[in-house]
């Protein structure tokens, strides 16, 4: 049985650059590391095992074994070992050999290792591609068997740049298992292949909802093999986000309808991959490369022990992920590993993009080679991540992964805790607010987020809350949003930090939030559900809380009809208009104009223009006003012949809900106007 999950509360604790002035003196670090430092590695793709004509071949990386044998099994989970076989040193590359001359399809195995007088746990190894039950042993399948029909033709959707992305993040349970999702699959990979599927309401709900809502990429939280959840017990299985890793490269059990069977898991998840990329929805994978679920009991040190986590000086586990240890991705075999296996779901399984968990326990030097090498596979790949670690680290500050170095990484964004912090209010306090929320004093961290932490001559960087700088090289290095799986959900945050407001009008707060999120330059990036107004009953971090919290209930969809409406017009809005999608730094320094405020006299009012037909735009110039204020304000607008787009809590992406001269106009409270004219 799978242990459960350690405490993991990702964004409580969360360290960037400019909270850690130093580390802890990385140079103390030597006499530790120094006994890795001879280990050759491998950069093969053959490793763990592989199936051709001549039979079935086995290949381990463990240097410093002294003894390595192979168990082979019947059965995915119970039984002895049929056959044990001693496997080959070479002492080259630091492998471990052995083959047997037959197709072994259908059979389990092991590794089992003994160094320093010490007989290590089996485990399958650490690219077990398929699994029995649980995770322990791993399987010997056919490949090929696994492809849903037109798999070869599989392609994601083609998206020029990553500002043309809308990502929408989900939990393969969150998103079906409600009792009025209309799902029959509920909380399984195959949900998302349910096509005219209905709530009670008869509202589109699963993929139907998806499309209708306009994304164009859904972030699926972690759905590689995790350690929480027993794959035996699926009529009780306990609720989990994933972020537990304990096989990298096999889907988990509990999202397919039959986990004792190898196959079905793998299927099902092409099968998934393949509907969405049919609906024309790309699928980004949420890989958790900086930890794992267990230290000595993991798959890494058991077979070699040691070198892929990181330890301080008395040999102590680093724990800069929160959850007991970290992964050494600066040690060369580490390196390759994740470059490996991000590349193996690529081309398996036809990912289209990878959100990186505590992206800065990563060295710069690795990121970047894992952009690197899956472009050259495909351009249109995206790799983003959490600019930020849970605590300090034994990898000097300046090697990390951060989002204050994003600029050195190509290829790669982050994620804007300054829009986010900025809008919302700060997401470790419950009560605090943001600027959309009435808090005062943000507008100029909120005008960071719009640039997309670029540089412009308007945006005064002194001022900003989390960042002192413009970090960002290029829009295409930034993810904007206002909330996600950690922490309070925005519906959430708004109900704790507004104790005395109205659901209607949090729900407008909520409309003036995305809408500086998806306006702004950059990625936008939205939580599943939120375009209903869904909520997680007031809990900051549900990563093991049942389903009743964690559901989306479809009812809301009705009930909120006007909030899943504007968004969606958000969405049509920014993907009719490449203004809010410049590429460029240096666009978006030419083609936004910010208005001259008094923040003294209007707090949390922000008015901007798009202008000369930014980007290409059809329009000549679009402009934005943003009142987070709980009073109405006046703005000033430059006579012309303006249509309007959005006004007290509508939008219309076509400009039809009315026209304007221009002069003085009044923004409601809590409220975003957007006007543009041809002219």
Known sequence: MKKPIFAYFMAATMLSASMVATSQDASAQSNYDAQFVDYPSYAGDDLEMRVDKSGTHFKLWSPKADKVNLHLYNDGRTGEAYKTIAMTFNSTDGTWSASVAEQLYGKFYTFQIEQGGKLYAETPGVWAKAVGVNGKRAAIIDFANTNPEGWTEDRGPKVDYFTDVIIYEMHHRDMSVHTNSGIANKGKFLALTEEGVRSLNGEKTGIDHLKELGITHVHILPSYDYNSVDETQLPSNVYNWGYDPMNYNTPEGSYSTNPSDPETRIREMKEMIKALHDAGIGVILDVVYNHTAENDGSNFNLTAPGYYHRHWEDGNYSDAS???????????QMRNY????????????????????????????????????????????FVYGEGWTCGDSPLKVEKRALKEH????????????????AVKGHYSNAADRG???GKPGNEETVKIGIVAATAHPQVDYSKGQNSKFPYAASPQMIVNYVSCHDDLCLTDKLRLSM?????????????????????????????????????????HNTYNQPDHVNAIDWNLKATNKDQFNYYKGLIALRKAHPAFRMPTAEMIAKHIVFDKIDSEKQPNLIAYS???????????????????????????????????????????????????????????PYSALIIARTK
């Open 322 to 332: 929160g959850c007991n240890n970290e992964t050494a991705s600066d040690r060369q």
């Open 338 to 381: 994740i470059i490996n296996s991000t590349k193996y779901w690529v081309n398996e399984y036809h990912i289209d993009g990878f959100r990186f968990d505590l992206m800065a326990i990563h060295d710069i030097e690795t990121m970047n080679q894992v952009a690197a090498e899956l472009k050259k596979i495909d351009p249109r790949i």
């Open 406 to 421: 994003v600029s050195q990484m190509s290829g790669i964004a982050v994620f804007s805790d300054d829009l986010r912090d």
């Open 435 to 437: 600027f959309a929320s």
């Open 499 to 539: 104790p005395d407001a109205t659901d209607a009008e949090r729900m407008a707060v909520a409309k003036l939030a995305q809408t500086i999120v998806f306006t702004s330059q950059g990625t936008p990036f939205m939580f599943c559900g939120e375009e209903i107004f869904r909520d997680k009953k007031g809990i």
């Open 610 to 668: 798009l202008v000369d037909n930014a980007n290409g735009d059809s329009w000549k110039e679009i402009k934005v006003v943003l009142n987070g204020a709980a009073t109405a304000q006046e703005v000033k607008i430059k006579k012309g012949d303006w249509m309007i787009v959005a006004q007290d809590g509508k939008i219309c992406p076509e400009g039809q809900l009315g026209t304007t001269k221009g002069g003085k106009i009044t923004v409601a």
